[in-house]
């Protein structure tokens, strides 16, 4: 070997590195970051985010787009934009679904109140149509500006308002239940709408609020003297008829335990009267009794665009009677001294309309026109008609009553 030879340097092979599959077009691209999956990821996660951001400054979604039938409407409108809300003076107080109160068709109570120092309240109740096959939303009640108003869901599924009576003054507050100095308007579903309903109680209360407060009481173990119905209409001739004293021959003729039937007596001038009585809450020994009705027998009553009855409970007191109150009747005492009196809501004598003379005939037929002022409107008091004996006569004849609801406008 020759010395060239030996002096080369020594050669190295170093093996090639594997073959690799060739890229197809698509990552001849340099790519960079996650991959699709974690992207996929992330954009859910961002959806979500938004979903949540949204709901959070939206109380509800706009129920013309997303419901397609009225249930759904009710529980997902956006009842802010329906009552055109004043962010900065109202407040939506509350909203509760009520398909009881309209036949069990889908409907919601809105309850919006004011920042103002009367502390207004203003009530809705909307239901739904399906014009064509898209649900709207339509105004089925409607009623604003009830000082330190309330409202509620009667057990007999109708709508009570309630507003503080302003008229009533100081000293006379004194002597009333808080209860007592709210006004109590009461609607019942009738053909389609809400109506204007009066409580068939004339005594110890004249709104169904009360007398379900009354008996919320009662039940809670307090109690009442309203339990009994004998001391119960003898509490009527006390506080309405304004009778000194209760006579020892008052009785009680019926009790089924529901509907009873009591007489009451007076001695000077001599009367008998009527009193019917129900339990109109409940019809168990623990159910209060109302009076639903007091009269002698005979009298009878017809007021403006009513015809004349026997029976004092068939009175329409759903009809708004107002001012002149015109009323004609028969039955009273021809030579005795017959008037008429008006109570408003808390069973005071409307100052402007107490023992009002009225026009008698020698047939003992009655007529009047009995103004009154000095309350406020659509308040459901009662209506008294006495026709009292002359001295000289008080031993031969009885004297004369009729007690009815009236609804004073």
């Not at 939206?58 to 013309?64: G, L, M, N, R």
């Not at 005795?336 to 009225?358: E, K, N, Q, R, Y």
């Amino acid at each position: 070997m020759s010395n060239a030879e030996t002096q080369r340097k020594p050669i190295i092979i170093i093996p090639a590195p594997p073959r690799r599959a060739p890229r197809r077009a698509a990552d001849k691209r340099h790519y960079r970051g996650p991959r699709p999956f974690a992207l996929l990821l992330l954009a859910l996660a961002v959806i979500a985010l938004v979903h949540l951001l949204v709901v959070s400054h939206q109380p509800s979604a706009p129920a013309s787009v997303t419901a397609t039938n009225c249930a759904g409407l009710i529980r997902t409108a956006d009842y802010t934009q329906l009552v055109h809300l004043q962010s900065n003076s109202e407040q939506l107080a509350a909203v509760e679904f009520v398909s009881q109160l309209d036949g069990g068709q889908p409907a919601s109570l809105v309850q919006v109140t004011h920042n103002d120092t009367q502390k207004t309240l203003d009530v809705y109740v909307f239901g739904c149509a399906m014009p064509g096959k898209k649900p709207q939303l339509t105004t089925l009640f409607a009623q604003s500006g009830l000082r330190q108003g309330t409202v509620e869901v009667s057990k007999a599924n109708t709508i009570i308002t309630g507003a503080l009576d302003t008229t009533i003054t100081a000293d006379a507050s004194a002597f009333l239940l808080p209860l007592q100095q709210n006004i109590y308007r009461e609607y019942a579903w009738k053909n389609g709408t809400f109506s204007r309903i009066a409580f068939p109680g004339l005594y110890p209360v004249t709104s169904r609020a009360e007398a379900e407060a009354l008996q919320q009481n009662a039940d809670s173990g307090q109690a009442l003297p309203w339990n009994d119905p004998l001391a119960t209409a003898q509490g009527l001739s006390k506080d309405v008829f304004k009778w000194p004293a209760v006579d020892a021959r008052d009785t009680v003729l019926s009790n089924d335990g529901i509907t009873a039937q009591v007489q009451l007596f007076q001695a000077n001038p001599h009367m008998v009267v009527n009193v019917t009585l129900q339990r109109l809450l409940r019809h168990d020994n623990k159910g209060l009794w109302f009076v639903v009705a007091a009269y002698t027998a005979g009298v009878t009553l017809g007021l403006a665009g009513q015809k004349r009855t026997t029976l004092p409970q068939d009175i329409a007191a759903q009809t708004m009677l107002r001012s002149p109150l015109q009323l004609s009747g028969t039955s009273v005492l021809a030579d005795g001294s017959t008037s008429a009196t008006l109570f408003d809501h808390t069973l005071s004598a409307i100052s402007s309309a107490t023992t009002l003379p009225l026009q008698v005939s020698p047939d003992g037929t009655y007529t009047g026109s009995l103004p009154y002022s000095g309350i406020i409107p659509d308040q459901q008091g009662l209506l008294l008609i006495a026709s009292q004996p002359l001295a000289a006569n008080n031993t031969v004849e009885n004297g004369q009553l009729l007690l009815v609801p009236a609804l004073l406008g």
